[in-house]
């Protein structure tokens, strides 16, 4: 049960960083960023380039995310900007090519091969059975530190007052001296800061390579959409429940079916059942199972 546990929070802080970015930027620009995932490859690669320069590990994801911050933050400025005058689906269709640009930039500079980070760090702990890493701990303690502070910056500083006036009604907001466009630049920066950090995680727990983001792709969008697309709080929430529901469909033996033991769901199963579960809630919560909670201001 213990490692059941483990491996269900370990999946939930790989997803929940990048959902919960995707999420926060949503609520303000309105459409769907099918790039934001490759926000976090490119933040997965980028601590192996500083490192090779001679940076310590912590001071390349540092680096790192700021450097996917400015990035995300400019190609709003730039293009998606420019796409959504022409409406959310024009703007969802550009961020399909950006992501394809990004990846094709990325494997013309770091290659298809699987890569690792170079920190040396101790054995794992073993807790009876279970045995949980030093990364793997990292990553968990990393997804729940960011999240509180997030819900600090949203519910008790005066930048997360005016993201939820923006996010209600811009209009309003506007003529009460939000600084719309200000606001939209520093949500986007966090947004491409926490997948850039959750990318990160994810290279910490497995490995670096070309797929990371492709892979994030239906888990993010789903975790997204069953918290309520623009509820960040919810979309880690949704990370939390598609991750407990990979974690059982990979790990529930179905021997008793055939009559013998340890028979297993191949783990293409996987993104099947998550959407399953997705497809479920929509048909009673098409909204996601959150989404009044950030009209609240």
Request: charged fraction near 10%; aromatic fraction near 8%.
């Amino acid at each position: 049960m213990l490692q059941f546990v483990i491996d269900v929070l370990i999946r939930t802080s790989d997803i929940m960083l990048v959902a919960v970015g995707l999420s926060v930027v949503y609520s303000l620009v309105k459409f769907p960023n099918i790039a934001h995932v490759q926000y976090a490859m490119v933040g997965a690669f980028a601590p192996l380039g500083f490192s090779h320069l001679g940076l310590p590990f912590p001071f390349a994801v540092l680096l790192s995310c700021v450097c996917t911050g400015v990035l995300a933050v400019v190609l709003h400025a730039l293009i998606f900007k420019r796409l959504l005058r022409g409406g959310s689906s024009i703007a969802m269709i550009g961020s399909l090519a950006i992501s394809m640009i990004v990846v094709a930039f990325v494997l013309g500079i770091a290659g298809s091969r699987p890569l690792r980070y170079t920190t040396a760090l101790p054995a794992p702990f073993q807790v009876g059975d279970t045995s949980i890493s030093l990364d793997q701990l990292t990553s968990i303690g990393l997804g729940v530190g960011c999240l509180c502070l997030l819900a600090l910056l949203l519910f008790r500083t005066g930048v997360g007052r005016s993201m939820r006036a923006m996010s209600s009604n811009p209009a309003l907001a506007a003529a009460t001296g939000v600084n719309g466009s200000l606001v939209v630049a520093g949500i986007t920066f966090l947004s491409g800061v926490l997948a850039a950090l959750g990318g990160t995680m994810l290279g910490l727990t497995e490995s670096v390579h070309i797929s990371l983001g492709s892979n994030l792709l239906l888990p993010v969008f789903a975790a997204a959409i069953l918290g309520g697309l623009g509820n960040p709080l919810g979309a880690a929430a949704g990370a939390l429940l598609i991750a407990l529901t990979e974690t059982f469909v990979t790990s529930m033996d179905l021997g008793w079916v055939f009559g013998t033991p340890n028979v297993y769901l191949p783990i293409t199963y996987i993104s099947a059942a998550s959407f399953l579960i997705l497809l479920v809630v929509l048909l009673f919560k098409p909204y996601g199972i959150f989404d009044k909670e950030i009209r609240r201001v």
